[in-house]
């Protein structure tokens, strides 16, 4: 287990601080990690390999670049159907209207007849394996009326979740010259579609879907090299070269890789492959704390109650380095004068997680309940209490 230590003032917090690394440096000899390579050296013009719950970018290369995404636009196509469905404001088996629009798109296809009706859940997965231009348009159609309204909301989640490089001008990732985004935020909306929506994220996992009559196979080739890869979406355009947002797990720990603009499938796939290997082999998560656990006691001033608990808001994870976890410190910096009223989730110190005389993660410690004021007399027994401490 990782040290705890726990600081009641600042003063403190920076004597500790000193302390621990000059026993760090002393110890570095007998308490030094394996080292960690550089990242793989691989041939493509964007990429971006970050772990999914902790947030740590393990290797990054022009990730914030904007560029063109292709056909891994249809990441965010889906993340809005699935925002739909989870408003119950469209059902699975809602039947989509095939117009002529979407009937004549080229390039990948599900291959609908136009004028046919076709459920969602259908045309989902003809979205997501398929990578279906006609599917994304039709859903487009069917959830806001039109491909161009349906582009506006597409954005305005963009927005919401912080892609701040990226500008969509349709749903399918047809070329247009402001039809952009980049590794970084195609990262972050894999992250959300597999955190916000894990009944739906299995089908990003399946290799093959008949429509038709019409066998196609996903065109995620890792799907069938590596088990602990169950997706995301590929794309490939002339301009875009070819792309390919992967995820994959291994016991506990979860990555996500971004490629964009290697020259062929098998370079994208094997791209990927390196340094999702890379990322699995050198470090390792681990989940330190829970949101709501309480972390430390404190003493309150002149409120109903004499101790409060403290916790964090959200759970805390850390990506380090493969073998270092007993390294690690945990440094809990408390306000020392707590005094009442103070409300559920006020911030009241900060935990920081230590590697090596280094800040891995620093995050805030809240009150997990809330305490009022006392009365008169325990104000007043506090206040002569506190001359005295």
């Known amino acids: ?72 636009t249809k990441l965010m196509t889906s993340y809005v159907v699935y925002k739909e469905l989870e408003e119950n404001r469209l059902s699975l088996s809602d039947e989509v209207l095939i117009s002529e629009k979407a009937w004549r798109m080229g390039g990948s296809r599900m291959y609908l007849d136009v004028g046919s009706k076709v459920d969602v859940e259908t045309m989902l997965k003809g979205l997501v394996i398929q990578s279906g231009n006609d599917a994304s348009v039709a859903l487009a159609e069917h959830v806001a009326g039109s491909e161009g309204a349906f582009v506006d909301v597409m954005n305005q989640y963009a927005a919401k979740l912080g892609m701040t490089n990226t500008y969509f001008k349709n749903s399918t990732g047809w070329p247009d010259a402001e039809h952009l985004t980049s590794a970084r935020d195609i990262a972050t909306l894999a992250n959300a579609i597999i955190k916000d929506f894990p009944g739906h994220y299995s089908r990003y996992a399946d290799k093959v879907f008949t429509y038709n009559n019409i066998k196609q196979y996903n065109r995620n080739k890792l799907l069938w090299r590596d088990d602990s890869v169950d997706g995301l979406k590929t794309g490939h355009t002339e301009s875009a070269g070819y792309c390919l947002a992967a995820s994959a797990k ?69 990506t380090i380095p493969r073998g270092s976890y007993k390294q690690m410190e945990a440094l809990m910096n408390v306000d020392a004068n707590i005094s009442a009223p103070v409300k559920k989730g006020s911030q009241l110190g900060e935990v920081q997680i230590m590697l090596n005389d280094a800040t891995l993660h620093s995050a805030p410690m809240v009150a997990l309940q809330s305490v009022d004021e006392g009365s008169w007399f325990q104000m007043g027994k506090d206040y002569i209490l506190k001359l005295f401490q």
């Open 250 to 318: 291994r016991a506990d720990m979860r990555l996500i890789s971004v490629v964009l603009g290697a020259d062929s499938e098998e370079s994208r796939a094997s791209i990927s492959q390196s340094l999702l290997n890379y990322g699995f082999r050198f470090y390792e998560t681990h989940k330190l704390y829970s949101a709501g656990e309480s972390l430390k006691e404190s003493r309150v001033w002149q409120g109903d109650k004499e101790n409060i608990m403290l916790g964090l808001a959200n759970d805390l994870y850390v």
């Open 1 to 72: 287990m990782f040290k705890i230590i726990e600081n009641k003032s600042i003063f403190k917090s920076v004597l500790a601080l000193l302390i621990t690394g000059l026993l760090m440096t002393m110890q570095f000899t007998a308490q030094a990690t394996s080292p960690v390579p550089a990242p793989p050296q691989v041939a493509a013009d964007n990429y971006i390999l970050i772990d999914f719950h902790s947030g740590r970018i393990l290797a990054e290369k022009d990730a914030d670049a904007r560029i063109e995404p292709a056909s891994i």
